[in-house]
Each structure stands twice: as C-alpha cells, then as structure tokens.
C-alpha cells in the first residue's frame, strides 16, 4: 500500500527565505507524486506534479521539487519565501497501478514571517 | 486549465434535514469524481470515487446510505448528506479526473457544511 510522509506539520520561515516542505513516500514502485496548495476555506491548487519525465520539477509560483528515488523523497521548495506562500501544503501519491486514488499527507502549514 | 466548479461554497441546514452538494467539470469531460472530507488542520479523507453511470464505490467505513453520491452525466457529480446531524459538519471538496491515463486532479473549492 502506498503512503506519505509529510516530515513538520507546521513550518515557520521570514519573508525571502529560502523554503522546504519534506515529503517522503512508501510504494512498491515509483509513483506518480504531487504537491497541492490549499489557502483556508479553499479547495487544492496543483503546484506541481512527477509523472517519471525529469527528476526535477518546476511548478507554480516559484516552487520546484525533486524526486529521488534513493531516498523515496519528493521534497519541495522555493529560494525566496513571499508573504502570499502562507497555506496549508500537501502532498500526495498515486499509484501506477490501476488503482488511481490519490493518497494525502497530512499535510505541512507553512507560516512567513515578515 | 481545467476548472470544477462547486457549489455551495457554505450552507447551513438543521439536523435531520438532507443537504445537496454539486461539482461540475466546466471545460472537459469527468469520468471519475472524487468526493473528500476534511476536518479542522486535517488532511482530506477520500469518502467515495464515482465514476460516470456507476454506482459510486466507497471508502471503509463510510455510510453509503447517509452520503449519497450520483455521477448522471460526465460533467456533473452530487453528495448528498441525508438527516444531517451535527457530527457530520466539515469541510467537503470533490475532485475531478479525465481517466486513469491523465495525471491530472482537478479539485472544486469546497462546500462548508454546518449542521444546527
């Protein structure tokens, strides 16, 4: 069965730091991986997404993540940390199997300080 | 981009009293909908998949008969809570695919439900 790891339910940064959110995965082959957004009382943004094209990631906003497969890690980050980065970040994994439900972390608040 | 739409984005109902939630696929065909529940700083908990003329298949653990889901068309998907009850206020967000060959999940904004 697949799960995720989200490493910090909360992480704290000061405005133009640099941010990592940790999400580590457990699947019997490499999953497709994704890092959604949620600002309160809203729904999920897609930030980006690995589907076993490159390794290194490029999404929205900024953000970039890199799966490793050594580490069964897909960590995301972004070099300068704005005011607007403020939300709840989750990431989540998909099967490659026919099984295409999405399976949640927990989730990591991240709060930027000016 | 993809867009579901949802709606309401917030309702009030009384106990026992049933309540409907609607997601739309906007721009493409849904073949499978999701349906999620989300608790305060929680993460979402899949309730049920439906997938377009299907009997929805749900999650252990979740009340088919209290959490009624229909998938009539491609582009329209319903919860229904049946006799709410206080408990069964929260945060509900559907989320939409195009198949199992697309990696693409597109999620409605969410309804906030509150039992009185």
């Known amino acids: 069965a697949q799960s995720v790891t989200q490493l910090g339910s909360h992480v704290s940064v000061s405005e133009g730091a640099l941010v990592l959110l940790r999400c580590n995965y457990s699947?019997?082959?490499?999953?497709?991986l994704f890092w959604y957004v949620q600002y309160p009382n809203q729904g999920l943004q897609l930030l980006l997404k690995y589907t076993s094209a490159a390794t290194l990631v490029k999404g929205i906003n900024g953000f970039e993540a890199e799966f490793k497969k050594s580490e069964t890690s897909f960590h995301l980050t972004k070099p300068s940390a704005h005011m607007s980065d403020a939300a709840e970040y989750f990431c989540a994994v998909r099967s490659r199997g026919s099984n295409y439900k999405l399976t949640f972390g927990k989730g990591t608040l991240l709060t930027v300080n000016p | 981009g993809a867009v579901v739409s949802q709606h309401p984005s917030w309702v009030i109902c009384k106990s026992g009293t049933s309540v409907k939630i609607e997601c739309r696929s906007l721009?493409?065909?849904?073949?499978?909908m999701f349906w999620y529940r989300q608790f305060p700083k929680q993460s979402l908990m899949l309730m049920a998949t439906s997938n377009e003329g299907s009997k929805a298949t749900y999650e252990q653990g979740v009340e088919k008969d209290k959490f009624l889901i229909n998938h009539a068309s491609l582009t329209l998907s319903t919860l229904t809570v049946t006799s709410a009850h206080p408990e069964d206020s929260s945060f509900y967000i559907c989320?939409?695919?195009?198949?199992?060959?697309?990696?693409?999940?597109?999620f409605g904004s969410g309804t906030r439900l509150t039992v009185v």
């Open positions: 989320s939409a695919s195009e198949g199992r060959q697309t990696y693409g999940y597109t």
């Open positions: 699947s019997s082959v490499p999953p497709y």
């Open positions: 721009d493409f065909q849904a073949t499978t």
